[in-house]
Structures are given as C-alpha cells and as structure tokens.
C-alpha cells in the first residue's frame, strides 16, 4: 500500500495545486484554456515524439499486450456503445466516454507502480505505444471527424469533407504528426544530436505536471466550454448542446470508471489467464496496468475540442481514487515475485 500512495501522491498533489491556484485566480480565467493549448500543441507532441523515437516499435507484438489490447478494445467499446445508447450523446462526446472509459494513465502513474510492484516497467513502455500509436489516432479521428462536419456545410460538408479531414488530419493535428515523426525516427534508426533530443526532453517533461494543474484548474470551473478550441483555430463553430446534451450525469461517470477499473482488468484476467495461459508474473502484469486509472489525456482532449470536460475530469479524478482498491486487490490476488 505504502508503494501505491507514493506513486499517487504527485497526482493527487499537482491536481491540489491547480485547484488552488484557480481557485486564487493567480493565473487569471484565461489560465485552463492557455495551458490546455500548451499541453495539447507544444509539450505533449515534445513528449510522443521522444518517447516514439526512441522505442522499438515491435516491442509489443506478444501475448501480454493481445490480453491488454482485448481489454482495452473491448471496454472502449463498450463505453463508446454506452455513451450513446444510454446518455444520447453525439460521435465526439461518446470517444470522450471511450477514451474514459479505457485509456489507462500508463505513464505518470504506470511506469512508478511498475517499478513498484512488479519490479520494473518494460511492460507499461508497450502500452504506451500501443495507445499512442493506435488508441489515440482512432479517439482523434472520431473528434475531428466530428468537429470537422460540424464546421461544414451543404454540399461541402458530407463524406467527401470526412473523408478528406482523415486524409490531412496527421498535419493538422500535433499528438499525431509527433507520433508519426517518432515511428519515422524509430524505423530509420535515426539519432538526433544530443542538443535537441535534450530540448525535447526538457520540454516533453512539461506534458504531465502541466496537465495536472490544468486538471486542478477545471475543478473551478463551471459548465463551460464555448467555442472550441480546435474548430476556433480553423473558423468552424458549433452551437453549444442543449439541455441534457450539457449535463454530465453523475451515471454517466459511474459507468465509465466501473468499466475503467473493474471490467476492464476482468477481460484483462480471462483473456490473459483462462484464454492464453500467461505465466504468473505477466498475468499479474497485464491485469495491474489494466486496473489504471483513467488518463488525463482524456481531459485535455475534450478541452481541445470544445466538449462538455465534466465525463472526463470527473472520470480522472473518480478512478484515480477507486484504482486504489483495484490496483491493491489485484496485487493481493495474483500476487507478486518482486
């Protein structure tokens, strides 16, 4: 437990400090907007790119990660199924309720409790690829496809204007023209001089903790959203949603993090354990970074795009504190050899 709370514990503080700090007004009401953009465009795309670059990319062709790949496809799904059928919500918000619903936050969080409990953290680096490199572009596509016939109009708009906005939206957007430069990198076996590779470190470092207190800010704030900030920067607009379109349902967060910390770590277990027979120690492994909780990715990627922010902060911030439970049963259970 004592491993658990110090890899919690940054999380919890930097969140506190960005509450504070809004609620001080220190940074001004400008403060969650400007920092989410700065996230979003300069230290998070820093960050993919380095790790992308630096990592081998069939580090996570193997038994583990197809058990932690069916638990994540699946729960995605259902939250996206989910967000739609039972909360009526529209194409973007229900990636929103996907990404919440199965996006771990491997990093920050990952790679301590790793090192922590299973004694180090090559497998939390596979995951990281794997949702960078194939989670998220599928959670950005839906956005922008979105934002994208939102900003359209009459013969313009359709499925040439989707079909079009996928085609270019590696340009348009930052996290995946990062990636993509990484894998790049990568596959070439390219070094970069040591001065920029070190800015880029530097300046990736920035991603969490700011992110975080970005995560603090909103807790702040009230309904908000306006105009998007991704449709502003390309001239779209989009009417806000109407009535129960706004409101976040306090089911709605409790679906997401029961299927974030409880039924994804189960498919997670049946898939790896009954199904292919993993070993102890990589059961245990797949089932504890299946128990994560939600990414604050999530957060900033519906503050990119305009959407109601509330499902997603209030999933980081509810599965951060359930994963606790999860994360130390799955411990208990499956045990440990570290």
């Known amino acids: ?33 400007v920092l989410g953009r700065f996230v979003f465009h300069v230290a998070m795309p820093a960050a ?43 194409t973007a918000d229900r990636a929103i309720g996907s990404m919440a619903s199965g996006y771990v936050n491997s990093a920050n969080l990952g ?39 939102a900003s359209g109009s009459g013969a313009v708009s359709g499925k040439g204007l989707v079909f079009r906005r996928m085609l270019t939206m590696p340009v348009r957007n930052p996290v995946i023209m990062a990636s993509l430069l990484g894998v790049v990198v990568s596959a070439l076996g390219l070094r970069l001089p040591h001065a920029l590779a070190h800015s880029c470190d530097v300046l990736g470092a920035a ?14 704030v009230r309904p908000a959203t306006g105009v998007p900030t991704m449709q502003r920067a390309e001239g779209g607009e989009r009417a806000e949603p109407d009535g ?6 306090r089911a709605e967060v409790v679906v997401a993090v029961a299927l ?36 604050q990715n999530a957060f900033i990627y519906a503050q990119q795009y305009g959407l ?6 209030n999933s980081v911030v509810a599965s951060t504190v359930v994963s606790m439970a999860t994360l130390s049963l799955a411990t208990w259970s499956l045990g440990t050899s570290s």
Not at 69 to 88: E, H, K
Not at 244 to 249: E, H, N
Not at 308 to 313: F, G, I, M, Y
């Open 260 to 295: 974030k910390t409880l039924v994804q770590p189960l498919i997670a277990f049946v898939v790896g354990g009954p199904l292919l027979s993993l070993p102890d120690h990589q059961l245990l492994a797949v089932v504890l970074c299946s128990a994560l909780p939600t990414a």
């Open 308 to 313: 109601d922010t509330r499902l997603a902060r």
């Open 207 to 220: 991603a969490v903790p700011t992110a975080l207190i970005t995560l603090g800010l909103s807790l702040n």
């Open 111 to 149: 790679i301590p409790v790793a090192v922590q409990v299973l004694g180090d953290a090559s497998f939390v680096a596979q995951i990281i690829l794997f949702q960078v490199l194939l989670v998220s572009p599928v959670i950005l596509t839906l956005l922008d496809t979105e934002s994208g016939a």
């Open 48 to 90: 993919l790119f380095t790790m992308v670059s630096g990592a081998r990319l069939d580090a996570f062709a193997n038994s583990s990660m197809v058990a932690f790949a069916a638990g994540t496809a699946l729960v995605c799904g259902l939250g996206f199924v989910a967000s739609g059928r039972l909360f009526g919500r529209g």
């Open 1 to 33: 437990m004592h491993a658990l709370l110090s890899a919690f514990t940054p999380i919890w503080m930097l969140t506190a400090i960005g509450y504070a700090v809004g609620r001080s007004g220190l940074l001004g009401e400008q403060a969650e907007a």
């Open 244 to 249: 129960a379109g706004v409101r976040t349902k």
